[in-house]
């Protein structure tokens, strides 16, 4: 699992950011954070054929973290959210 690891930071760098943010959310322990990555060209075509919108770039946040640990996501197609 260690050469998974290394392999995900390699390519990945700010992947450790990203689990370290989510692990502190996900605890508890975690007032406010946001975590923004910018998009390649095809990530922005393909994301415009599925969604018909331009996408600019995706971001996490501690909610978004805390919202799906607490499962609150779960059938919000009701409400017009999109399942990617």
């Known amino acids: 699992m260690e050469t998974n690891n290394e392999n995900l ?11 370290a943010m989510a692990e ?10 946001k975590i923004e ?3 390649s060209d095809r990530l922005k075509i393909k ?7 331009e996408i600019h770039k995706i971001f ?5 973290v805390r919202h799906i640990r607490n499962h609150h ?5 009701r409400r017009g959210h999109f399942i990617l």
Not at 24 to 33: D, E, F, M, P
Not at 47 to 53: A, F, Q, R, V
Not at 60 to 64: L, M, N
């Open 24 to 33: 502190t959310a996900w605890a508890g322990n975690l007032k406010s954070a």
């Open 47 to 53: 994301l415009t054929e599925l969604l018909g919108k």
């Open 37 to 39: 990555f910018s998009l």
């Open 9 to 19: 930071t390699l390519f990945y760098p700010e992947s450790s950011l990203l689990v």
């Open 60 to 64: 996490i946040t501690d909610s978004d």
């Open 73 to 77: 996501g779960q059938n919000e197609e």
